[in-house]
Each structure stands twice: as structure tokens, then as C-alpha cells.
């Protein structure tokens, strides 16, 4: 398949299962909703080293957010959910409960109900109060700045995380380019996040290592650096960046969505912009049980 | 289908036991199956055909018209459904109520909607003392739902109030949210004596100031989050309350009541 002079490569990505959950950062102002959020989801693109996968999934106003004041809506991404509900605590109470002026909501009603604020309101020594407003109840944390306001739980559904596909340019900047362009339009699907900086990955990793100790290692088939030296490259000689966009939803379907704005947006730059071929993370099926099959995304 | 509706066809001397005639209660029985529930009326036991005349059929709505001061227990534990009163009602009016509607366009008697758990109670008029409180001897009032009160409300609102919501457009007499566990009421009107006495936690919400006790700490003026989202929960009452415009998140906090563990906390609008 080529589109506007970009091949589609015959593969699939490979994802996993996760489970996931989303909250609601509120603040005074965008502002410092939105630096709740960034500190909230920092230290948190890869599931191999954080604990969790998160980001950010849009800015909300006023009238979506449950206390009338400007948000951002943030989702966590962890294998199981224990470890989701430790990284929410954790991050919850370091990150959002610190951050001046900030409320936390969920923002998934259904699913297992896990701690948002349940766990944190100890944080008031006693002081602490709860309200129970239209079913769901609140947490009232006296704080130096006022009172931290956290709903006592949110939802943690099942998900998708991994999702993927490969960008490979004639160069560094065009690679650049074309991912930001993609993120651009990805950021407008909801369910998802891309939890890499900016959305992008130059790292891309296989499964397994030379290492014992490592269980993902340097995509060698990709590095364009190594074409010469690698035993299997999947790289043209004209290509000589490759970047990846990962991205978690909630579901396989959001994800197909994602993929597809992302893909077209990469598309849309075309050859003309030095854009050679979308390709994806497969490794075969070791990874995970759902595929994205590239051309049938695009179809 | 018609709502079920009784109409009184004369007030009797004694009080009455309504608490058979409920929706979760009078489902699936015939008109004549209906008719024919006794109900106690001071020593002696009435046909509901005897002290009612009754049309309609829809036992999940049901109508009583001419009520008056002396008809007890009105929505006993009522378990979904809706039942509108025309008139006033007597004492225990939707006790222990469990989910469902109770709208009544008088006064109520004394411990209405006292120790429900879920739903909505509506007083078109005034209620009595003990509104959502507990039974003597017993240690929780009201646990859950909402009582609105459009009128005013007697002594004692809220007395060991649990859980829930209690929303007075008028004025509330003595000891209103005395020895509260927890829960929110909420007074546009004017307050009595002994305001939140003994009470340990929740909170009183306050247009006008009230007379506080020697046991109640100033804590300041502040902007309180919830508060805004206290109100939007209300915006589907038929209410003052439902008004946007009446919605404010800066209030004067005091702590109390010291005297029991201090945890509760009355809310004066600023």
C-alpha cells in the first residue's frame, strides 16, 4: 500500500493488555491544572522502567470538570492493578495533592473502584473530612493553601497499551516533522495517550537482549546507524531516521482511531517532505495478543 | 394508568397508621385487595374503603387527598415509587424511607423523613421538630436522601443525623444539627439557640449568622472547593436551593462543637 507516496508496510503492531485509569486535575487556572498534570505524569513513558505509562489526554474547561475550574484530564497505564493503584497513590499524593490550588476527580465512573483521594485523606491527621455529593464521596484534605479536594475513588477498566507504528524518513528532521504533525492530530482522539516525550520514541526497543539482565533492548532492524552491521536490517539505504509513536487507550478501538489520524497526518507530508515508509513493532507475537495491522487501519 | 389516590371522605378523631398504604407494599394488589387493608386507628382497625374513597390504579404513584395533622407514618420505608400528599401530614412521615418520592404540600407532624436511608422527601410547608432525626434511644438519624423543606422547620433538625442532605429555604428552630454525626444541612433562613449542639461532624451551611456557642472555634473565612459542587447537586430540586445565582463557595468557617470531638463545622456565607 502506498499513500501519497509513503509505503505502508504488511505488518502489524503488537499490544498487550493493561489496565487503566483516568483522573481529572483541577486547579485555579490552566496553569497549574496543567502543571499538576505534567508532574502527575512525569517519569512515566514505559511500563519497563517507571511502573506505569502515563499522559496527558486533553485540556478540559470549565464546564467539563466537576468543580467549574479549568482541568486536565490525565491516564495511567500499568500491567496489573495493584501496580496501577500504587503508581496512582503515589503520584496522586507527590504530585497533585502538593501542587497549589489543585483538585482531583475521577475520571472513569465505572470499573473497579480503586483509591484516588481514599488513601490520601490521611494526609489530614485527623482533620480530614468527607462529603458525600450526588453518590459520590469526596475527600476534604486541610492543606497550608486552603483544602485539597479528592473523590475517594476512580475507575480502572481493562486496556490496551503498546500500540505503535514506526516513521522512517530520508532525516533526523523530517522524522521529527512528520511525528509531531502525527501527535498533533492523535491528541485529538480521546481514550488514548502517547506517553513518550512529546509522543515520540527514538528508542524503540525488541524483545529480549543480548544481556541477561535486560529484557528490551535497541531495535537493531531500525537503527539506521547499523545497517551495515546488524544481521537483518529493515532499512533501505535512503533511510536515515526512524522514530515511533506509541500509544495506550482504553480500547483496541481507540487505538485503531489514533493510529489512523496519526498515520494520515504522517501521510499527508508524503514523500514530498521525505517521508519513506510507516512500518510497527512486531515481534512476531511475543509481545502481545492484539495486532494492528497497518494496511487495514488505512484501508 | 392513574395514580392510586385516596381521598379521605372525613377526618377521623383518632390518629391513623398509614404505613400498609406504600408503593413497594400495595404493588400487584387489586382495587379490592386495596380496600380492604385495615388500617389502625387509635384502638380500633378501619378498611382503607371506610376512611377513603379510592380511584386509579398505579400503586407506584399514589395520591392522598384531604390529608390532615393525623395521619401517621405516611411513606413508612418506602421502597421506590412516589407518593404525593394534598394537605398536611401527622408524625414519622417517610420514617426510614429506603428510595422514592414523597412530596407533601402542607406541614408535616414531627420526625419526618427521621432515620430514611435513601430518596427524596418534599414539605411544601413547614415540618416539626426532629425533621431527619432519630427515634428516642436510637443512636442515627437520617443515612441518606434529601428532605427539603420549603417552609420552615421546628426544633431539633437533623438530630443525629448520619448521612444526607437537609435543605430548609426557610428558618430552623432550636438545636438544629444537634449531636450530628455527619452529613450537610443547609438553612437560608434563620437559625434558633444551640445551633449544632454536641455535634461531631458534618456541616451546617448558614445564609445569616447564627447565635454560636462559647464551644464553636473561629477558623476564618475561606474559599471552600466543595461548595460550588454542593450546589450543582442541587440544580435538579424544585428549590431555591436549584437557583445558580444563590451559589457561593466563600464562607466563614467555625469548628465545633468542642465539646464533642470538634470535627463538625458551621458555614456562614460571607
Redesign the interface.
Known amino acids: 500500500m502506498i499513500i501519497n507516496g509513503v509505503t505502508i508496510d504488511a505488518t502489524f503492531a503488537e499490544a498487550f493488555p493493561m489496565k487503566g485509569t483516568r483522573a481529572i486535575i483541577t486547579a485555579q487556572n490552566e496553569k497549574w491544572a496543567m502543571i499538576a498534570a505534567q508532574a502527575m505524569t512525569g517519569f512515566a513513558t514505559s511500563v519497563i522502567a517507571c511502573g506505569c505509562e502515563a499522559g496527558i489526554e486533553r485540556v478540559l474547561t470549565p464546564e467539563e470538570t ?4 479549568p482541568g486536565v484530564s490525565i491516564m495511567i497505564f500499568a500491567m496489573g492493578g495493584k501496580g496501577l493503584a500504587k503508581q496512582l497513590e503515589t503520584r496522586s499524593g507527590q504530585c497533585v495533592l502538593t501542587s497549589p490550588t489543585s ?1 482531583l476527580f475521577a475520571g472513569i465512573d465505572g470499573g473497579i473502584r480503586i483509591p484516588l483521594g481514599k488513601n490520601l485523606r490521611y494526609f489530614g491527621d485527623g ?1 480530614q ?6 453518590g459520590k464521596r ?1 475527600w ?1 484534605i486541610p492543606v497550608m493553601d ?2 485539597f ?1 479528592a473523590e475517594a475513588t476512580t475507575g480502572q477498566v481493562d486496556a490496551v497499551g503498546g500500540g505503535n507504528f514506526l516513521v522512517l524518513a530520508q532525516s533526523q528532521p523530517q522524522a521529527l516533522a512528520a511525528c509531531e504533525a502525527a501527535i498533533e492530530e492523535m491528541k485529538k482522539i480521546p481514550n488514548v495517550i502517547m506517553p513518550f516525550p512529546g509522543g515520540v520514541v527514538r528508542s524503540g526497543s525488541k524483545v529480549g537482549s543480548k544481556y541477561k539482565t535486560l529484557n528490551a533492548s535497541t531495535n537493531d532492524a531500525f537503527c539506521p546507524t547499523l545497517k551495515g552491521s546488524t544481521k537483518k536490517t529493515d532499512l533501505s539505504p535512503n533511510i536515515e531516521s526512524v522514530m515511533e509513536i506509541v500509544i495506550d487507550g482504553l480500547t483496541k478501538e481507540d487505538i485503531d482511531k489514533a493510529m489512523r489520524v496519526g498515520m494520515q497526518a504522517v501521510c499527508d507530508l508524503g514523500a514530498a517532505n521525505g517521508i519513506e515508509r510507516i512500518s510497527a513493532g512486531n515481534y512476531g507475537g511475543k509481545l502481545g495478543p492484539f495486532h494492528f495491522h497497518l494496511q487495514e487501519i488505512m484501508a | 394508568m392513574s395514580a392510586l389516590t385516596f381521598k379521605l371522605k372525613s377526618r377521623p378523631d383518632q390518629r391513623v397508621d398509614m404505613s400498609p398504604l406504600v408503593c413497594h407494599l400495595l404493588a400487584g394488589l387489586e382495587p379490592i385487595q386495596i380496600a380492604a387493608i385495615e388500617l389502625q386507628c387509635g384502638k380500633q382497625k378501619l378498611r382503607v374503603d371506610a376512611l377513603f374513597s379510592i380511584s386509579g390504579f398505579d400503586t407506584q404513584k399514589i395520591v392522598i387527598k384531604n390529608s390532615f395533622s393525623k395521619l401517621d407514618y405516611i411513606g413508612k420505608e418506602l421502597s421506590g415509587g412516589e407518593i404525593h400528599i394534598e394537605g398536611d401530614v401527622g408524625a414519622y412521615c417517610g420514617i426510614g424511607m429506603q428510595s422514592g418520592l414523597i412530596k407533601i404540600l402542607g406541614n408535616t407532624g414531627i420526625y419526618a423523613g427521621c432515620e430514611m436511608k435513601k430518596g427524596q422527601l418534599e414539605i411544601l410547608g413547614d415540618a416539626g421538630d426532629f425533621l431527619g432525626g432519630a427515634l428516642p434511644g436510637n443512636k442515627n438519624g437520617m443515612k441518606g436522601g434529601i428532605i427539603l423543606v420549603k417552609g420552615n422547620a421546628g426544633d431539633r433538625v437533623g438530630d443525629h443525623l448520619r448521612r444526607g442532605t437537609i435543605l430548609i429555604e426557610g428558618n430552623a428552630g432550636d438545636y438544629c444539627g444537634s449531636r450530628m454525626i455527619a452529613g450537610t444541612i443547609a438553612v437560608m433562613g434563620n437559625t434558633g439557640k444551640h445551633i449544632g449542639y454536641a455535634m461531631r461532624r458534618g456541616t451546617l451551611l448558614l445564609w445569616n449568622k447564627p447565635n454560636l456557642s462559647a464551644s464553636f472555634n473561629d477558623c476564618g473565612q475561606h474559599t471552600l472547593a466543595f461548595l460550588p459542587m454542593l450546589f450543582k447537586s442541587f440544580a435538579n430540586l424544585n428549590s431555591s436551593f436549584a437557583n445558580n445565582a444563590i451559589a457561593f463557595n466563600r464562607v466563614h468557617r467555625f469548628a465545633g462543637d468542642m465539646s464533642e470531638i470538634g470535627r463538625g463545622e458551621i458555614l456562614v456565607k460571607i
Request: glycine letters at 12%; charged letters at 30%.
Open positions: 466537576p468543580d467549574g475550574r483538585a482533620f473530612t468527607s462529603k458525600v455529593i450526588s469526596y476534604r486552603g483544602e479536594l
